[in-house]
């Protein structure tokens, strides 16, 4: 499908976001980042009985498990990378690190609404954001020179037919989730924050838990319809909070067409995918360095690398 730029203007480069944000800038008041989401930007928030905790996640970077649903590197870090500032603090870190570039309220397995992840959903995200605020730990002005992140990578279609929700309502289903989305958002912007970035459904029919049933040969193509669906639900969404608004910015990151264009550089590269078993029944290749997903929903940290690149790259 092709979009034009007119009339999709929310899809703007990445480069052009930080761009905008660097205008910002003063020696005084470094940018800070705000996160909220699930595991695709969690650094580090969910506790220690989380698989991102357990080896071998974290075996690229830092070579051990620090949090990260990834061997290394999450979007979350090339966000922060990009606009200059160091990977914004976990929330669970907040009295032990600097947070002087921001915070990550994100937690694996988390969605918009509930899930079974015994973790905040992003509305409790938002408190956690607005608590800080009222305890004076960042000021309005500081969130002048501020961005915020916000990922919706699919937990909620999980939950949503684990507990028998239907072919049938799904679309109501994604419309009142990202109805909610909206208002959240909306509530982000309401706190202060100057600039928020959505990323969009990736292809769902591309990940490893969907194409498994082909031998992981071909992306499904009523999984991609379901992302496809969201994303124009969340465009539309978008551009009526735009319509709206005077002075913040929502931008949608297109993540659907950054991980098609990453996996088809991925799919043209020598297959280098061996691996070794080990005694924790997990399946870890020789070099994880030439993958682009670490398990079954997850990019590696080369993959994410691959997905970012894509977006500073996309016109």
């Not at 930080?18 to 506790?47: E, H, Q």
């Not at 698989?51 to 070579?63: C, F, L, Q």
């Not at 909206?182 to 982000?188: C, E």
Request: proline fraction near 4%; hydrophobic fraction near 35%; charged fraction near 20%.
């Amino acid at each position: 499908m092709i979009i034009k730029r007119k009339k999709y203007e929310m899809f703007i480069p990445i480069y052009q976001i930080c761009l905008k944000i660097w205008a910002y800038v003063d020696a005084n008041r470094p940018i800070k980042l705000f996160v909220f989401g699930d595991s695709y930007v969690d650094t580090g928030n969910r506790n220690f009985t989380a698989s991102s905790w357990k080896e071998p996640y974290g075996i690229t970077y830092p070579g051990i498990p620090a949090g990260h649903f990834s061997d290394g590197h999450v979007f979350t870090d090339y966000m922060a990378s990009w606009m200059g500032i160091k990977s914004p603090t976990p929330y669970r870190y907040r009295k032990l690190r600097p947070i002087k570039y921001g915070m990550n309220f994100a937690y694996g397995g988390t969605a918009v609404f509930d899930t079974l992840v015994a973790a905040p959903n992003m509305t409790k995200q938002i408190d956690l954001f607005e608590q800080l605020l009222q305890e004076k730990i960042y000021t309005r002005d500081d969130l002048k020179f501020s961005t915020a992140l916000v990922s919706v990578s699919g937990n909620d279609y999980g939950i949503y037919l684990a507990r028998g929700g239907s072919l049938r309502g799904l679309s109501a289903f994604t419309k009142s989730m990202i109805k909610q989305l909206g208002l959240n958002l909306q509530r982000i912007q309401g706190l202060g924050v100057r600039k928020i970035a959505v990323m969009n459904r990736q292809p769902l029919g591309c990940l490893p838990s969907e194409t498994i049933s082909d031998l992981y040969k071909n992306c499904s193509t009523s999984g991609n319809s379901v992302a496809l669906f969201h994303n124009q639900v969340l465009e539309k969404t978008v551009e009526k909070l735009n319509n709206k608004s005077k002075e913040s910015v929502f931008v949608i990151l297109n993540m659907y067409k950054a991980f098609l264009s990453a996996l088809k550089k991925q799919a043209s590269q020598p297959d280098t995918n061996a691996g070794t078993q080990s005694m924790e029944r997990y399946f870890v290749c020789n070099n994880p360095n030439s993958t682009f997903f670490w398990d079954d929903v997850h990019p590696s940290q080369t993959g994410w690398r691959a997905v970012y690149l894509a977006l500073c790259c996309s016109m």
